[in-house]
């Protein structure tokens, strides 16, 4: 069957039959029932039909089901009672895959209905594209801030009754890999942690990169335990990552908080964020991989607590509140003498006269800047106290070499590292007491030393040139390299505890603590080990030719007198 369509002109009959069969454009006619009459080989080419396949062809057969039908019906309809009408419609034929179509209508004589479709798949796909990229985050995939909100607030409005739950994780010292291996490897690590959190979704859960190091994830028909689970679970997770960089080794620490969100139309989808976040915040200040719970009557900000112990830390130096105390550490090996070393410790009295561990003071103080404070404190008590303890023992010891060397070890914060005028302060303390530099030991931990290798390169090669000593605290516990280890000239490599105290259970743990006491002797440095408890953990420390123990195995902390 072939119907022409014709044009009658005012000098001619044009017959425009040729055009209509070779257009890019699609065009049919139909009649009331949805049967076609003609079509032209674009439109024969969409719907997958050939030429003798087109008589009394329904159009039922491509038109979808359910709200896409009736879409097209509702046009028909419009169509039929002489008004034009034009709408995008998604086309299923047999033997083709899906495409878009804008198509016109417009009723003819005969009861027939002519359409005309005009092929809008890529842009159909275009705008797609640009949806997604506006709601998914470049670089990881996952979705976005905007996105993510956008779906907090639709959860929160549903009917009450069904809880859900939001996880906010932050990632611990990530900067690290950035400083250290570049952008790239920092953008590569995060892939590694979205990934991870994919893999750990169930259905109907959604992940979303917040920021730069932060995630989230929005859990349907939860409950507080079950948020716990979950947070229990992406933590194992993404701590097991072994990431690796030029040769640099770096362990993933998190700190990730979580909450309920409200059914109701009093809260808003950034109180749900903002509980999150604070839980999650209240987390990485208790310390590497901690999970905290939001709790409407409980303990949530950890800026509130922050900004009480800065009254209570003014409080403790107005009152002289803070007490020195001292931890022995012992030399476990065949040295040529016995040297006699211990760590310096700090301790807070509350109101009750009952002892605040560093613990819970020392975040509050590193926040608001006042460690140099607590730092000056230290150096300038101590001094004053040994300084004639030390220049003896130092004056025997240089006449005879086998006394033995007494060391104290004092820890440095990463603010007093950054302070220029530290140096000057100890220079002035040393005149002022007459302190011998070499019976100083000072301890910088991994985490800070790292922050900014330069500066605590300048200032430790600066220092031992004076005489101090310089140990390098906690190593293995964050993100550790020995790569680094070249550009800080320490004297001692203190190896974490979390590491040495299941020495006597744990194989893992033996072999790294083998391996970091193996390759810091190769470059000249001596070990101690952290968190000693027992004797069967020395005798395996010695085995091994671990330099010097401390611990509770060795001596507990007592005050300094």
């Not at 949805?34 to 439109?43: D, F, I, K, P, Q």
């Not at 620490?253 to 509980?275: C, H, P, Q, W």
């Not at 320490?490 to 390759?519: H, P, W, Y």
Request: aromatic share 10%; glycine share 6%.
């Amino acid at each position: 069957m072939k119907e022409e369509v014709v044009v009658t002109g005012a000098s001619s009959d044009i017959n425009l039959s040729e055009f209509f069969t070779n257009s890019c454009d699609g065009f049919f006619l139909m009649n009331e029932y949805m049967e076609l009459s003609c079509a032209n080989r674009t439109m024969q080419g969409w719907l997958g039909l050939q030429a003798s396949e087109l008589e009394s062809y329904n159009l039922h057969k491509i038109i979808g089901m359910g709200e896409s039908k009736d879409l097209f019906f509702q046009h028909c309809r419009l169509a039929f009672t002489g008004i034009p009408t034009k709408f995008e419609y998604l086309v299923y034929s047999a033997n083709n895959a899906p495409k878009w179509l804008e198509i016109t209508l417009q009723r003819i004589p005969e009861t027939k209905l002519m359409g005309i479709a005009r092929d809008i798949d890529e842009h159909k796909q275009e705008i797609e594209r640009l949806k997604h990229k506006f709601r998914h985050d470049e670089l990881t995939g996952l979705v976005n801030r905007i996105e993510f909100m956008r779906m907090i607030d639709e959860v929160r409005t549903n009917v009450p009754g069904q809880e859900q739950a939001l996880l906010v994780i932050e990632l611990d010292h990530f900067n690290v890999v950035n400083d250290m291996c570049g952008l790239a490897a920092g953008d590569d690590l995060l892939c590694q942690v979205a990934n991870t959190i994919s893999s750990s979704l169930n259905a109907g859960e959604v992940a979303a990169r917040i920021g730069g190091k932060t995630f989230a994830i929005l859990c349907n028909d939860s409950s507080m335990d079950l948020a716990d689970m979950k947070a229990c679970g992406i933590r194992d997770s993404l701590t097991a990552i072994n990431f690796e960089c030029d040769g640099k080794k770096f362990e993933v620490g998190v700190g990730i908080g979580f909450t309920l969100i409200r059914n109701d139309f009093i809260s808003d989808k950034y109180s749900a964020m903002s509980e999150a976040d604070s839980a999650c915040h209240y987390a990485r200040n208790m310390g590497r991989n901690h999970i905290h719970a939001y709790s409407l009557n409980g303990n949530n900000s950890y800026r509130q607590q922050e900004s009480e112990w800065i009254s209570r830390i003014a409080n403790a130096f107005e009152k002289e509140r803070f007490q020195l105390f001292y931890q022995n550490i012992k030399q476990i090996d065949s040295g040529e003498r016995a040297d006699e070393h211990h760590e310096i410790l700090i301790r807070m009295l509350d109101d009750n006269g009952e002892y605040v561990t560093p613990d819970e003071f020392i975040p509050a103080a590193e926040k608001y800047n006042l460690m140099p404070l607590i730092d000056r404190w230290v150096i300038r008590t101590l001094f004053a106290r040994n300084a004639n303890l030390w220049r003896t023992s130092f004056n025997l010891q240089q006449n005879d070499i086998s006394v033995p060397m007494t060391l104290c070890c004092i820890n440095i914060s990463g603010s007093s590292l950054n302070d220029n005028y530290f140096p000057e302060f100890l220079r002035d303390q040393v005149a002022l007491h007459n302190i011998p530099p070499q019976v100083v030991c000072f301890e910088l931990t991994e985490t800070v030393a790292v922050n900014d290798l330069e500066k605590a390169s300048r200032l430790i090669t600066a220092l031992r040139g004076q005489g101090f000593h310089f140990a390098l605290d906690d190593f293995g516990k964050g993100m550790s390299s020995f790569s680094y280890l070249q550009a800080l000239p320490v004297d001692f490599l203190k190896i974490d505890g979390s590491l040495v105290q299941n020495i006597d259970t744990n194989k893992t743990d033996l072999c790294m603590v083998e391996a970091i006491n193996r390759i810091a002797h190769e470059m000249g440095i001596k070990t101690i080990a952290e968190y000693v408890k027992n004797q069967k953990v020395i005798d395996i420390l010695k085995v091994m030719g671990i330099n010097y123990a401390q611990g509770f195995g060795i001596h507990r902390p007592e005050p300094l007198l």
